[in-house]
């Protein structure tokens, strides 16, 4: 038994290494976190500690793009504007497509990755350290109250959470753009599942 699970996961570690997810009876293989949903009869047993994986099985090879750092965090920025709640997402789905890309094979709706990128993004803000995340929560429409609000608005009040004038938070480089690149990082760290 496990030789067999061994046997998998080096499959998958050869496979993910090279950018090609292989699956294996009841494996997951998209981006997030594998589990082995194969039944006792199948020999799987859970797993839960590899990179990638969607919710249910699959049964065929299928590849993934990798997620490109500055691909990633331009549409962060551009994010910026409307917000990153699954309904804003739903609109602009270009972001959605970076994060959650469909594996060549697979068939998922926008709107079901559109609530994986949404939950993902909000994971990520609530990671990062404290004024950011309340900042980019703001800046992202994720704190209650801000859905709605212009951006110019947002940006006032993540300026008034760190007492600076809103125009030097967002022409400096050390407020908005560092704190889009650091959410950007925290994502990418995540979906990479680098520690």
Same mark, same amino acid.
């Given at each position: 038994? %496990? ?5 998998? @996961?080096?499959?998958?570690?050869? *496979? +993910?290494?090279?950018?090609? =997810? #292989?699956?294996? /009876? ?43 750092? %500055? ?5 962060? @920025?551009?994010?910026?504007?409307? *917000? +990153?709640?699954?309904?804003? =997402? #739903?609109?602009? /789905? ?102």
């Amino acid at each position: 038994m %496990d030789a067999v699970v061994g046997k998998r @996961r080096q499959k998958w570690w050869l *496979g +993910a290494k090279h950018g090609i =997810l #292989l699956c294996c /009876p009841g494996r997951n293989t998209s981006p997030g976190t594998v589990r082995d949903t194969a039944s006792p009869q199948e020999g799987g047993e859970p797993t839960g500690d590899a990179a990638g994986g969607h919710e249910g099985p699959c049964r065929h090879p299928m590849h993934t793009p990798p997620v490109d750092f %500055d691909e990633l965090r331009t549409e962060l @920025r551009r994010a910026l504007r409307h *917000g +990153a709640r699954a309904r804003s =997402l #739903l609109d602009h /789905p270009t972001l959605v497509d970076v994060l959650c890309p469909v594996p060549t094979g697979a068939d998922r709706h926008v709107a079901e990755r559109a609530l994986e990128a949404s939950n993902l993004i909000a994971q990520a803000v609530d990671a990062l350290d404290s004024p950011v995340d309340r900042i980019m929560s703001i800046m992202l429409c994720l704190r209650t109250g801000t859905s709605g609000m212009t951006l110019s608005n947002r940006r006032r009040h993540a300026a008034d959470v760190l007492e600076i004038q809103p125009v030097t938070f967002r022409s400096e480089r050390r407020y908005e753009q560092a704190f889009v690149t650091e959410l950007a990082l925290e994502i990418y760290r995540r979906i990479r599942g680098l520690d």
